[in-house]
């Protein structure tokens, strides 16, 4: 029975106490899943063929669609032929942004090599922490960050060099591409990709996405299509689910897609004006970034489209970017690496209006909200932990049964461990954590990660890492540290410390020292307490 108020619709089964998809079915069916079939095949299966397809931001060099289909059937070739790579490989990448990237992927996972992404600002104790995850035979990076590789089976592959552009215009190659004998088949089932994520339970975990996780986040995302000819920017790194899966969208879609090596404010305004951009992906601090500094005398009139994700935005400043941008939806979706990315959004201007929510749920997914304390699913307005099932569910955690098994249940239904509840109408709305991450400009800190790490060194005793409030990176680091009697080191020195180990999103802002941490009575730290004190400490420090 679902649940009903006059024309509307939660989506609510009060039976079987789940919100099915408000979503009409996509206009192009999801393929059988025992065809043997590669996200790189079904790309190439919707792709608009007309139109430049890459853009590079900074200097303008453009791929047209020919190009760009004819750089992953060659290179896709002399991974295989001249590099020796095969099926369930897994290919190790570090490298911002570039239009070599999209490429790579496209060719890597074209052969059955599994693409497993990184952080270029990763630090090496890092990357080797994410290469014994992943377990990569050979990495792609740049001559900026092949230093932080460790040996692997082949030699490093730089993406800037004399050796990738061979691989990219060998033409020799491009025959074998097409005989039949030596044609790779890839299964839907089969491992597509590890992104790195700190997961619902700590510590970084490989998060295993199948091709069919990703064919499916591309079936359904078709209802995102539009009539007019889009130019999509994105500003999101293409190692995060969100810039990973948008920069392949955008090839399927035939969307033109502009890319930025490295951001920078002022080149992103000046390649909205420039190339006329329609859709602008960003994470939240960027679009504080826009409110404060809406124009800067560039001309922003073909902007049509803002997607926010990677963490929530607050509702004062959707509202405040409404006022300045009137003509701008703005458009929030929810997911997770564990969820191929968004598992909700809002589609069309009406939803975009709707104030706080992250949109609704994807077709042919469902979901629950479920009371933390008695485990039963909840109805409309009622606040509990968010569940969800369906084709865009992870595999699970490479090598990490116990992470896998405390996230997804024996039945496919896996726990996200946030608060969230759904309105009357399916549309979903985020409150808080129930899980401990940090979001820090959209990049997930987990405070167990950098307790270790401070914990790790002789003058500490103990720790406990929390979220502060920052209105441009949303949530930042801060610690309370216990230090061993007899020691003298201060905040910067701690700082400094954890800054050479970890990338510089995961830095600590603030380092407070205590002689003890408060932890309830079976020795859970009792981290809202700290947060009330960090919050007292910097007013105090105000007056």
């Known amino acids: 029975m679902v649940i009903k108020d006059g024309n509307r619709s939660s989506g609510f089964d009060y039976q079987t106490q ?44 453009c791929l047209s669609f020919s190009q760009l289909e004819s750089y992953i059937t ?12 095969s099926p369930g490989d897994t290919a190790f990448v570090l490298s911002p942004n570039s239009l070599h990237v999209p490429l790579l992927y496209l060719s890597l996972l074209a052969i059955g090599v599994i693409v497993s992404p990184s952080n270029p600002a990763s630090s090496i104790s890092e990357v080797s922490s994410q290469v014994q995850l992943s377990s990569p035979v050979i990495a792609f990076a740049t001559s900026d960050t092949a230093h932080k590789l460790p040996s692997l089976r082949y030699p490093p592959i730089l993406l800037d060099s004399p050796e990738f552009e061979s691989l990219l215009s060998t033409p020799t190659l491009r025959d074998c591409q097409h005989n039949n004998q030596d044609r790779v088949v890839v299964r839907q089932s089969d491992t597509a990709a590890v992104l790195y994520s700190s997961g619902t339970t700590g510590r970084v975990k490989g998060v295993a996405l199948t091709h069919r996780n990703l064919i499916s986040s591309l079936n359904g995302a078709i209802i995102l299509l539009q009539d007019r000819r889009v130019v999509a920017m994105c500003t999101v790194p293409f190692f995060h689910v969100y810039g990973f899966l ?42 504080v970034a826009m409110i404060n500094s809406p124009t800067r005398g560039y001309d922003l009139s073909s902007l049509q489209i803002v997607i926010s994700g990677a963490a929530p935005l607050p509702i004062p400043l959707i509202k405040r970017f409404n006022t300045i941008f009137p003509n701008v ?48 699913g909840l109805p409309p307005f009622k606040h509990g932990e968010l569940w969800v099932r369906g084709p865009l569910i992870m595999r699970g955690y490479v090598h990490d049964e116990v992470a896998t098994s405390t996230t997804l249940t024996t039945d496919g239904w896996l726990r996200t461990g946030d608060l969230c509840y759904f309105d009357d109408e399916g549309f979903l709305f985020y409150v808080d954590r129930i899980k401990e991450l940090i979001k820090c400009n959209g ?70 020292f205590t002689d003890s941490i408060p932890k309830n009575a079976t020795g859970k730290v009792l981290r809202k307490e700290l947060v009330k004190i960090a919050l007292s400490n910097v007013a105090s420090s105000r007056l």
């Not at 009409?24 to 095949?41: N, R, V, W």
């Not at 992250?358 to 304390?373: H, M």
């Open 246 to 287: 948008y920069c392949i969208r955008c090839v399927a879609f035939g969307e033109s897609l502009v890319v930025m090596n490295r951001f920078n404010f002022d080149l992103m305004m000046k390649s909205i004006q420039q190339f006329r951009v329609t859709n602008l992906a960003l994470v939240p601090p960027l679009v």
């Open 443 to 512: 990049y997930q800190v987990a405070p167990a990660e950098l307790e270790d790490l401070l914990q790790s060194h002789p003058d500490i005793v103990e720790a406990a890492v929390v979220p502060y409030p920052d209105e441009k990176a949303g949530q930042v680091p801060v610690a309370f540290v216990v230090r061993t009697p007899g020691s003298t080191i201060d905040e910067s020195f701690v700082k400094e410390f954890v800054a050479k180990e970890v990338a510089p999103y995961k830095k600590l802002r603030q380092v407070s």
């Open 74 to 85: 060659t290179l896709s070739s002399s991974l295989r032929l001249c590099i020796g790579l």
């Open 329 to 376: 939806s703005l458009v929030q979706a929810y997911g997770m690496t564990e969820t191929t990315g968004g598992i909700f959004r809002t589609v069309g201007p009406f939803e975009s209006k709707r104030l706080g929510a992250n949109g609704r749920l994807a077709y042919s997914c469902q979901a629950k909200i479920v009371d933390p304390q008695t485990g039963i």
């Open 18 to 61: 789940t919100y099915h998809s408000l979503r009409p079915p996509p206009p192009a069916q999801l393929p059988h899943e025992t065809t043997p079939l590669s996200i790189t095949d079904y790309v190439f299966t919707l792709c608009n063929k007309n139109g430049r397809f890459l853009v590079d931001a900074a200097s303008g060099h």
